[in-house]
């Protein structure tokens, strides 16, 4: 159903503009960012999240509240790493240098909204091999890194913080009796 990233494990991966002009009509609803964000850039680990069928979901883009941002959550011990990270980026120097730790820094929020899964609570998480379920009302889904710094941001009253933030928002079917 989704077409293959040619030479994806190599140096001369195909260009996402390429891969983007194989993109089938059945699956138009997939916003192109979502596309090129998840699909294109982490297709090995997309593959994890095959049996759950992410070309039936629905996808929104919404803006999110800082107190919304913080709603969002993961499996396991994630939240620890993703706070920690924050912090790395209002107090380290590593994180600030970065091209997306100055980016947002400056910007207030994400170059590329972050992917979350709403409605995704009675599933387990198919990367984390525990078995947890997913976390209501929110599960990341994509961008780890843009979320602990929009976190870190949040939790240190950044200057430069920004009251609403774009996010991708992936609902699962819940109404369907193809399930």
């Given at each position: 159903?989704?077409?293959?990233?040619?030479?994806?494990?190599?140096?001369?991966?195909?260009?996402?503009?390429?891969?983007?002009?194989?993109?089938?009509?059945?699956?138009?609803?997939?916003?192109?960012?979502?596309?090129?964000?998840?699909?294109?850039?982490h297709w090995s680990g997309f593959q994890d999240w095959l049996p759950l069928?992410?070309?039936?979901?629905?996808?929104?883009?919404?803006?999110?509240?800082?107190?919304?941002?913080?709603?969002?959550?993961?499996?396991?011990?994630?939240?620890?790493?993703?706070?920690?990270?924050?912090?790395?980026?209002?107090?380290?120097?590593?994180?600030?240098?970065?091209?997306?730790?100055?980016?947002?820094?400056?910007?207030?929020?994400?170059?590329?909204?972050?992917?979350?899964?709403?409605?995704?609570g009675s599933f387990a998480h198919p990367v984390e091999y525990d078995d947890e379920n997913m976390k209501e009302p929110y599960q990341?889904?994509?961008?780890?890194?843009?979320?602990?710094?929009?976190?870190?941001?949040?939790?240190?009253?950044?200057?430069?913080?920004?009251?609403?933030?774009?996010?991708?928002?992936?609902?699962?079917?819940?109404?369907?009796?193809?399930?």
């Open positions: 159903m989704f077409p293959i990233i040619q030479n994806y494990d190599s140096q001369s991966v195909e260009s996402f503009e390429d891969y983007y002009q194989k993109w089938p009509q059945t699956l138009n609803h997939i916003p192109k960012e979502v596309v090129e964000t998840w699909i294109y850039r069928q992410p070309e039936r979901w629905a996808y929104e883009l919404c803006e999110f509240t800082n107190e919304q941002i913080m709603e969002i959550g993961h499996v396991d011990d994630w939240p620890l790493q993703l706070r920690s990270w924050g912090r790395e980026l209002l107090q380290g120097q590593y994180r600030k240098t970065t091209w997306l730790g100055k980016y947002m820094l400056e910007k207030g929020t994400t170059p590329t909204p972050i992917i979350i899964g709403k409605n995704f990341l889904i994509e961008g780890h890194m843009r979320l602990s710094y929009l976190m870190g941001m949040i939790m240190g009253h950044h200057c430069n913080l920004s009251k609403k933030h774009k996010v991708w928002v992936a609902t699962y079917p819940l109404n369907d009796d193809c399930a």
